[in-house]
Each structure stands twice: as structure tokens, then as C-alpha cells.
């Protein structure tokens, strides 16, 4: 029994809203528990763990926007050949990845100052189930067939933090960042379910014109980049803080990370819905702003109330979540949480404008994360210094993005 069969007076859209915030309870849950269970030192591994996860996410997120926008401007022969297409290279590029995390494993422990180098390589065996995967909800996703959508991403949360705290409190032999990596591994197969598997038929006869292939390519290579922006932006942070503090220091801001970013992690099913709406309306001739108007609305409501929040319990919140041993970072959490409501804000608008095949915003976008990145490298003083430079960079990326706004309408 899932979320979405519990409601069936809801609309499609509305049970896939409602599934989204429960995916990501159980995801913040499963975050809490490994804070709370590891300690910070132990829980600094888990965290880049995570991180890992949340770059993978958004690597493989190419594929599945590229799947849902062209799920809805394909039909018949020509969507055949585009989605066995689409899974050929989404298996190549997971398959080149992976191995790429399995070869240097090794640089990986030495570069993040991990404990082993076993986790990176699970991690990467794992890598191809998850491309897979995305393809696969990137056509429920343009189809909107969002129950079936919510499914694989509660079957993927449900997995996860189930197999992980059962491997942790069963298994005290083994290295806790192991046994996080290996419920990791096994929860990208629960999210394969429902699997369309009629459509993973990677020989058939391409039938796409040149005009059409150019649109595909067109999209995806800018789709990848504004991913890529969306890696630097989202956790560079935690990586160079991984990088350049203590162990003791890392697992804190990791902590910090986290709750910070409730406001990202709520906002997120916002873009889901957004880019099938607006492809369609375009497609059909109709005005798209008012519900680009709409979408900023919430997002804009639920940052300022966890902004809000944040601001007025930072003590109770880390207390409540983390633990005690977190306290220290309380001050900090109202400024994490204005940079990444800031940040949330900025990319409603970049999805907005890429699904209407305007791209400029996306350049913007990732000189604001490379911007980011070298800020922290030369600001890096004090975890308080790194996410003041973290609220210029969106600050400056949320205005460029409304001037460009008002400019083009």
C-alpha cells in the first residue's frame, strides 16, 4: 500500500505533491538517524555518502527532463526510437561513471580523507542501476503518470532507510560508512519499480530527422551543464569543507547542510511538476508565465516560513534533529537556510526558462557556481565565512535571474 492509493479523492498531481513530502521526510529521517546513530566524525563519511547520492541525482537528472520533456513532443515510431535512444547512453554514460568511481576508489578515500575506499566502490557499481532508473521516471514524469512516479521514489526512500539501519544495528563488525553505501546500493533497484520494461529495446530502427536528433542534443547538452551548475552549487560546499576542516568540523556542517536545505528538498516537486506544464502550454500556444507566477508563490511561501523557523528556534531544531553534540552550529542555520532559500528561488526560474528552450540563464547559473567555489577556496577561515560567501553568490544569481525575467517579458 503506497501514499498515492491512501488518497484517491486527490488528483494525480496532488498525490504526487503529497508523495514528494513524504519521500522527503523519510529522506531528511534517514539523514537524522545517521547523525544521530554516528556521531559527527563517523557521520562526516556517511554525509559524503549522501553527497555522492545528491551529485549522482542530478547527473542522472539530465536524462530524466530530456526523457520527460521529449516524452511529450514524441508520439508513435518517433518516441520508440528516441526513449531506446535515451537508454543506450544513459547505461554507457552510468556504466563510465561507475567504473571511473571503482578505478580511482583509491584517490577518491585519499582526496575526501575517508576511512576506505571500499564505499566508493560499491557506490560505483550502483551508478548504472541509477541512470536506468532515471530514464525510467522521466516518462512517468512526461507522461504524468505521477503515481506510478511517486512509487519508485518512495520505493527507493522506503528501501534505503530500512536495509541502512537494519545493516547498522544488526552488523557491528563492519565499518558504518560500508553498511550506509551498501543500503545505498540496494535501494537504486527498488527504485527501478514499476519498471516500463517494453520500452527497454535498445536496438530499434532510428527514425528521427536531423532537425529532430539537433533538438534532442540541443537540449541535453544544455540540460547537463545547468546539472553540473546544479552539483557546484548544491555541494561544493560540503565537499571542500570535507576537504579543507577536521573531521569533527565537517560531520557539524554536514549537520548544518542538511537542515539548511529542507527548504531545497520541499521546493524540489515544484520543478517536477513545472516542466511538463510548460512544455505543454507551449506546445499548445498558450501563455506560460502565470504558472511559472504560481510556482514562485509557493516556493517563495514555504522558504520564508523554514527561513522563519530557522531564525527563531535555531537551538530547539538542532537539538530536536540532531542532538547536542550539533548545538554549536545553531547560529549558522538561519544564514544556510537564506542561501538556499535564495538558491531554490533562483532555480524555479532556470527550469522555467529551460524548458522554454531559452538557455541563457543557465550560463548564468553555472558562472554563479564556479563563482561559488572560489569564494570557499579563498574564504575559508571559519564555517560562518563559507556560507557568507554561499548568501552573495545566490543573492547575486536570484537578481540576475528577475532582471532577465522582466527583460524578456
Request: include cysteine.
Amino acid at each position: 500500500m503506497t501514499i498515492s492509493t491512501l488518497v484517491p479523492k486527490l488528483t494525480s498531481e496532488q498525490k504526487f505533491m503529497l508523495s514528494v513530502i513524504v519521500v522527503n521526510a523519510g529522506n531528511y529521517l534517514y539523514n537524522l538517524l545517521l547523525g544521530r546513530i554516528l556521531g559527527p566524525e563517523m557521520f562526516a563519511d556517511a554525509a559524503l555518502l549522501i553527497t555522492f547520492l545528491l551529485v549522482l541525482s542530478f547527473v542522472a537528472m539530465t536524462f530524466q527532463l530530456a526523457t520527460a520533456k521529449f516524452s511529450v513532443l514524441f508520439e508513435n515510431a518517433t518516441f520508440k526510437s528516441f526513449i531506446a535512444l535515451i537508454y543506450k547512453y544513459a547505461g554507457i554514460t552510468g556504466t563510465v561513471i561507475g567504473a571511473a568511481m571503482v578505478v580511482f576508489s583509491g584517490e577518491l578515500q585519499q582526496l575526501f580523507n575517508t576511512k576506505s575506499s571500499l564505499m566508493f566502490t560499491i557506490f560505483g557499481l550502483g551508478v548504472p542501476v541509477y541512470f536506468i532508473m532515471s530514464v525510467n521516471r522521466g516518462f512517468y514524469q512526461g507522461t504524468k503518470r505521477f503515481e506510478k512516479l511517486a512509487w519508485t521514489y518512495q520505493g527507493e526512500m522506503f528501501s534505503r532507510l530500512a536495509i541502512t539501519l537494519l545493516l547498522i544495528f544488526t552488523i557491528t563488525t563492519v565499518s558504518s560508512s560500508i553498511l550506509v553505501v551498501i543500503g545505498i546500493f540496494a535501494s537504486f533497484f527498488f527504485g527501478l519499480l514499476p519498471f516500463k520494461k517494453e520500452h527497454f529495446v535498445l536496438k530499434v530502427k532510428n527514425v528521427l530527422s536531423k532537425e529532430q536528433s539537433s533538438q534532442i542534443s540541443k537540449f541535453f547538452v544544455l540540460t547537463a551543464f545547468y546539472e553540473l551548475t546544479q552539483i557546484i552549487i548544491n555541494n561544493s560546499d560540503i565537499l571542500l569543507v570535507k576537504h579543507y576542516f577536521p573531521e569533527y568540523d565537517a560531520g557539524l556542517y554536514a549537520s548544518l547542510a542538511l537542515i539548511g536545505r529542507v527548504v531545497y528538498f520541499v521546493t524540489w516537486m515544484f520543478v517536477m511538476l513545472l516542466l511538463p506544464a510548460v512544455i505543454e502550454k507551449k506546445k499548445l500556444g498558450e501563455a506560460t508565465a502565470p504558472i511559472l507566477v504560481k510556482y514562485v508563490g509557493y516556493v517563495v511561501g514555504l522558504a520564508s516560513v523554514v527561513v522563519l523557523g530557522c531564525y527563531l528556534f535555531p537551538e530547539l531544531a538542532i537539538h530536536l534533529l540532531f542532538g547536542d553534540a550539533y548545538l554549536s552550529m545553531a547560529p549558522l542555520l538561519w544564514k544556510y537556510a537564506v542561501a538556499t532559500a535564495l538558491f531554490a528561488v533562483s532555480n524555479i526560474f532556470a527550469y522555467y526558462f529551460l524548458s522554454l528552450d531559452q538557455y541563457m540563464p543557465v550560463v548564468v547559473s553555472g558562472l554563479l557556481g564556479i563563482s561559488q567555489i572560489l569564494l570557499i577556496v579563498f574564504f575559508h577561515s571559519s564555517l560562518l565565512e563559507v556560507v557568507v560567501v554561499q548568501i552573495i553568490a545566490m543573492a547575486v544569481l536570484l537578481v540576475i535571474q528577475l532582471i532577465y525575467f522582466f527583460f524578456k517579458k
